[in-house]
């Protein structure tokens, strides 16, 4: 069921996109947007609270959406390493306006809204993990997520500049990012059979242990758990 500030804030977003490529995402926008779709100012600080800030969000949201609804209903390919790329590349062909993007990564480049930008990456590719079935709950739950934020938010400034046909540039770009991170778990996976190096690293890979990954319930702000050490 569809709740009618939903419905307020999608019609609100649709009229923005007309006026973010001239005036990005700012209270111009945010204004000329509730002047076009016919929406009192009221509403559209309840639905907007942090006003354009809030609308720039909500634009990176319905593009995580269709991105996860792509993941639940394509036809994946077998490697999982390409099932991640797959889903990078979703979350980058669910873009309707590449000036909005571009805009949006400008005002997230800005110091007072920086982590409001890490937190959007980092959703992203925590849905990604999460669509494809991660079953991690201790450390591995936030270096997967750190690792993956790296390569998209790589893979989106490439594709802001990227003028290829299909944008071919781009994912070639992707593929030679996910192949780079491929070897870093190589490398890991090399030392974890190494009898010298496991002995060496022992103390640091339990205290990594004590990491677990939050609860579901509290998944949206980056939070974290410690398990005490047992005496």
Known sequence: MTHPTDDTLDRLLDAALMH???????????????RDADIDMAMVRAVCPRGAVSLALAYHARGDAEMVARLNSDALPPRFRDKIAA??????EAVTDKEAVRRGTT???????AADGARAIWGTADQIWTALGDTSEDVNWYTKRATLAGVYSSTVLYWLGDDSVDNQATWDFLERRIDGVMQI????AQVRENKSLSALLA???WLLGQIKAPSAA???DMPGSWTSPRP
Not at 20 to 34: I, N, Q, R, Y
Not at 87 to 92: M, S
Not at 185 to 188: D, L, P, Y
């Open 20 to 34: 973010v490529p001239f005036d990005g995402w700012s209270e111009t926008t945010l204004k000329a947007a509730a």
């Open 218 to 220: 509290s998944r949206s």
């Open 87 to 92: 889903g990078v590349r979703f979350r980058i």
């Open 203 to 205: 103390g640091p890979n």
């Open 185 to 188: 778990e190589k490398v890991k």
């Open 107 to 113: 005002l997230f480049a800005l110091p007072i809204y």
